[in-house]
């Protein structure tokens, strides 16, 4: 695939990238679900790759149905870029994403993610690296700004002018985390001043906001959202793509959701689970399965006690007996 952003269909719908969560397995049920997606990997360190880091190009594992795939990079040494870059390329991954917007205390610490945005000269001499070391279209993903939106536009002039493809904003700054409301209008002030797509990041969860929120933007990137609820990504494609709005959900602690549930939600939930035991053996893929499948059962009756049960499961065999109970 020769992925350019600007010959994407618009609006761009993305995973957005996440630690923990859009695993391979997790990427692939995405992709099933809504094929037209642009997904993301975690992120993988460029330190890592540059030393070989046997974890770190596990996070690349990819399957062609998750194409157009995208590796996230972070760090903050140039050198490292260009050499996990020609890794990348080499890998066959469709592009490559630089976080500099991550808020978690350690990533900061070493001064990587969002740290970068108080060094914007780094912040350029990593993307011009980037992008001189591969022929990959190179994106970067970042915040409004450290304390407030008063260094966005300067910040992105200069990445775009050191090679960037593409910006993806979230709308909040370093020291807001992941409180408060996202904040929307500097990213549409900023698509202004940028040559290069923009999309934007933050408390989307439904066609409504999402289709408030877009204006001039390029796409829209989900995050926290598809944590139990990847069908969300559905409703997004069919709405923009397809002009199709969503059936209507039976209401929440009915027979009607319950039997929904079971016949369309049920199947994608077992795959989820059978594809990250193919992809990390199961003993690992259970343990990192128990969070989403905690989060999969919400708005079931006896929810809790799901939960509860399935926080502690081992194996496959032991999803589907107690999926079995669910009647």
Same mark, same amino acid.
């Given at each position: 695939m020769n992925f350019k952003w600007k010959k994407q269909k618009k609006p761009y719908i993305c995973l957005a990238p996440m630690a923990g969560y859009s695993d391979s397995a997790f990427r692939q049920i995405i992709k099933?679900?809504? +094929?037209?997606?642009?997904?993301? #990997?975690? /992120?993988?360190? #460029?330190?890592?790759?540059?030393?070989?880091?046997?974890?770190?190009?596990?996070?690349?594992?990819?399957?062609?149905?998750?194409? +157009?795939?995208i590796v996230q990079l972070f760090g903050k040494v140039p050198e490292h870029f260009s050499i996990a870059?020609?890794?990348?390329?080499? /890998?066959?991954?469709?592009?490559?994403?630089i976080n500099m917007g991550c808020p978690a205390h350690k990533v900061i610490k070493s001064n990587h993610g969002a740290a970068l945005i108080k060094n914007p000269l780094l912040a350029q001499e990593i993307t011009q690296a980037t992008s001189e070391a591969t022929k990959l279209p190179v994106s970067v993903k970042t915040r409004l700004g450290w304390e407030n939106e008063g260094t966005l536009v300067d910040f992105c002039k200069g990445i775009e002018k050191a090679g960037a493809k593409a910006m993806t904003i979230h709308g909040r700054t370093y020291k807001q985390a992941f409180t408060g409301s996202a904040n929307w209008e500097p990213i549409y002030q900023l698509k202004k001043e940028l040559q290069i797509p923009v999309i934007g990041n933050g408390d989307i969860g439904s066609i409504e906001n999402a289709e408030e929120k *877009?204006?001039?933007?390029?796409?829209? /990137?989900?995050?926290?959202?598809?944590?139990?609820?990847?069908?969300?990504?559905?409703?997004?494609?069919?709405?923009?793509?397809?002009?199709?709005? +969503?059936?209507?959900?039976?209401?929440?602690? #009915?027979?009607?959701?319950?039997?929904?549930?079971?016949?369309?939600?049920? +199947?994608?939930? *077992?795959?989820?689970?059978? #594809?990250?035991?193919? /992809?990390?053996g199961e003993r690992i893929a259970m343990n990192e399965m128990r969070k989403h499948l905690a989060m999969y059962v919400k708005g079931l009756p006896n929810a809790s006690e799901l939960r509860k049960k399935l926080v502690l499961v081992n194996s496959l065999k032991e999803v589907k007996t107690i999926f079995q109970k669910i009647i």
């Open positions: 099933e679900i809504a +094929p037209e997606t642009i997904t993301f #990997s975690e /992120m993988v360190s #460029s330190d890592g790759l540059r030393y070989n880091s046997k974890t770190n190009k596990n996070l690349m594992q990819y399957k062609e149905i998750e194409r +157009p795939f870059a020609k890794i990348v390329e080499e /890998m066959g991954a469709d592009g490559i994403d *877009l204006k001039n933007l390029d796409g829209l /990137m989900v995050g926290r959202a598809t944590f139990g609820n990847p069908w969300v990504i559905r409703e997004l494609t069919e709405y923009f793509y397809h002009d199709q709005a +969503p059936e209507k959900r039976a209401k929440i602690q #009915s027979k009607e959701f319950t039997s929904y549930w079971i016949k369309y939600h049920k +199947p994608t939930i *077992l795959k989820h689970c059978e #594809s990250a035991v193919e /992809m990390k």
